[in-house]
């Protein structure tokens, strides 16, 4: 089942930005989701195994080196295409 899944990183830290631009760039490099990027937020794209599979791998390596940062996830199963 495809799915798709609405991401908002928000470092709690003076220097926000090169967190968020790492997290993305690690999703990035996950080539079965598709991934797109906006002023708001990240949607990844793809089937449902392996978005949270991605996920689970790059939030909990955002969490290691990122001492406190929330996540803000919504989750839809059969996402429209594009």
Do not use: W
Not at 6 to 12: K, N, V
Not at 25 to 40: D, F, K, P, Y
Request: aromatic share 6%; proline share 6%; hydrophobic share 40%.
């Amino acid at each position: 089942m495809r799915v798709a899944a609405d991401i908002s990183l928000y470092p709690l830290t003076e220097d926000f930005i090169p967190p968020i631009k790492d997290v993305i760039a690690r999703l990035n490099g996950h080539g079965s989701i598709e991934v797109e990027t906006n002023s708001m937020s990240t949607q990844v794209r793809g089937e449902y195994d392996e978005v949270m599979s991605a996920l689970h791998q790059e939030i909990g390596a955002t969490f290691d080196s990122n001492p406190k940062a929330v996540f803000v996830i919504k989750i839809l199963n059969n996402p429209l295409e594009g």
